[in-house]
């Protein structure tokens, strides 16, 4: 029997030449055809929807149109998009690829750490043969 060859390990993730361990699930070498590291980051179309609604509001109200409330309301939206905005960061996936598809399997907000993971489980994979 071979022994097990450790490339990266924390206390979430366990790489080695027969399995990652990522998060709790494990995935067997073996089945792993590719690795990837990508940005994997919220889709902004509905801040820019929200924000835009509430623009829309806010001029309604502006006009005339509209009353205290809905000037308020309009006002509240562009400023909630703005701080979801300041809040929002880039979040970063270690991709799995297998014969069944793709998988999200680890995803954090460092980049530095995702990458490292990445480049373990692609050498983990080359070792393998």
């Given at each position: 029997?071979?022994?097990?060859?450790?490339?990266?390990?924390?206390?979430?993730?366990?790489?080695?030449?027969?399995?990652?361990?990522?998060?709790?699930?494990?995935y067997?070498?073996a089945?792993?055809?590719?690795?990837s590291?990508?940005d994997a980051s919220?889709?902004l179309?509905?801040?820019?929807?929200i924000?835009?609604?509430g623009l829309?509001v806010?001029?309604?109200?502006?006009?005339?149109?509209?009353?205290?409330?809905t000037?308020?309301?309009g006002?509240?939206?562009?400023?909630?998009?703005?701080?979801?905005?300041?809040?929002?960061?880039?979040r970063?996936?270690?991709?799995i690829?297998?014969?069944s598809g793709?998988?999200?399997?680890?995803?954090?907000r460092?980049?530095?750490?995702?990458?490292?993971?990445?480049?373990?489980?692609?050498?983990a994979?080359?070792?393998r043969?």
């Open positions: 029997m071979s022994q097990e060859t450790v490339f990266y390990q924390d206390d979430q993730v366990r790489v080695t030449n027969s399995r990652a361990v990522l998060k709790g699930k494990t067997a070498m089945n792993i055809t590719s690795v590291h990508v919220a889709s179309v509905w801040p820019v929807i924000f835009l609604i829309v806010f001029l309604f109200a502006l006009m005339g149109d509209g009353t205290t409330c000037l308020v309301v006002i509240a939206m562009c400023v909630g998009v703005v701080g979801w905005f300041v809040f929002l960061r880039t970063y996936a270690v991709v690829g297998s014969a793709e998988t999200q399997a680890l995803v954090s460092d980049k530095s750490y995702t990458a490292k993971v990445a480049a373990a489980i692609n050498e994979i080359v070792r043969g």
